[in-house]
Nanobody
Framework: VQLQASGGGLVQTGGSLRLSCAASGSSFVGDVMGWYRQTPGKARELVATMGRAAYYAESVRGRFTISRDNALNTVDLQMNNLKPEDTAVYYC????????WGQGTLVTVSS
């Protein structure tokens, strides 16, 4: 199974970005798919997941929206009202019998 993430980039404070992640190699990669992020020197932190329901970290609730297409094996993250503290490398993840990670995509929010 491979997860390919895309959509990162540079945006100004208040702007929007949409991250996409496509899974390949299996028709079903896991019950839960989602996104984590990591900044230098810090642990990877959960941003949002989608299983039976969506879950969001408190820091992004109301600004980010996660969506999943089981038929296409994709998970997207719509990020609105971005803040400089959202700057990080974002990783998509799929949790099932095993956990799979994508390669990461950099999001930079300038102040």
């Amino acid at each position: 199974v491979q997860l390919q993430a895309s959509g990162g980039g540079l945006v100004q404070t208040g702007g929007s970005l949409r991250l996409s992640c496509a899974a390949s190699g299996s028709s079903f990669v896991g019950d839960v798919m989602g996104w984590y992020r990591q900044t230098p020197g810090k642990a990877r932190e959960l941003v949002a997941t989608m299983g039976r329901a969506a879950y969001y970290a408190e820091s992004v609730r109301g600004r980010f929206t996660i969506s999943r297409d089981n038929a296409l094996n994709t998970v997207d993250l719509q990020m609105n009202n971005l803040k400089p503290e959202d700057t990080a490398v974002y990783y998509c993840v799929a949790h099932g019998v095993r956990t799979y990670w994508g390669q990461g995509t950099l999001v930079t929010v300038s102040s």
